[in-house]
């Protein structure tokens, strides 16, 4: 059974610092990217960014760039955002989600093999 689990949400202030976490079960997780989405009330979803299998390469959003950094163990099957800097605008639910083949700006659930249920993360003072 395939499983992808968020943890690490929560309650911070404008400038404060996060990290995200996704365990992963159920298929080779090296063998898949990684990626973090995220969709803020009332918006459509929005891809934040992405980790090649090996994570040798990643990708972020101009939104997240310079702020957020997203980081894999493949030998703990885990998947990591580190997110710092952390903006009002940055509220919303974050999911990980999983492809085999490279699926850049994706962001919409069936647009990729897996998805979690999504950890909520609120910036406010």
């Known amino acids: 059974q395939v499983q992808l689990v968020e943890s690490g949400g929560g309650l911070v202030q404008p400038g404060g610092s996060l990290r995200l976490s996704c365990a992963a079960s159920?298929?080779?997780?090296?063998?898949?990217?990684m990626y973090w989405v995220r969709q803020a009330p009332g918006k459509g979803p929005e891809w934040v960014s992405i980790i090649h299998t090996a994570g040798v390469v990643t990708w972020y959003a101009d939104s997240v760039k310079g702020r957020f950094t997203i980081s894999r163990d493949n030998a703990k099957n885990m998947l990591y955002l580190q997110m710092t800097s952390l903006k009002p605008e940055d509220t919303a639910l974050y999911y990980c989600a999983s492809s085999r083949r490279l699926r850049l700006g994706a962001s919409s659930a069936n647009e990729f093999d897996y998805w979690g249920q999504g950890t909520q993360v609120t910036v406010s003072s």
């Open positions: 159920g298929f080779t997780f090296s063998s898949y990217y």
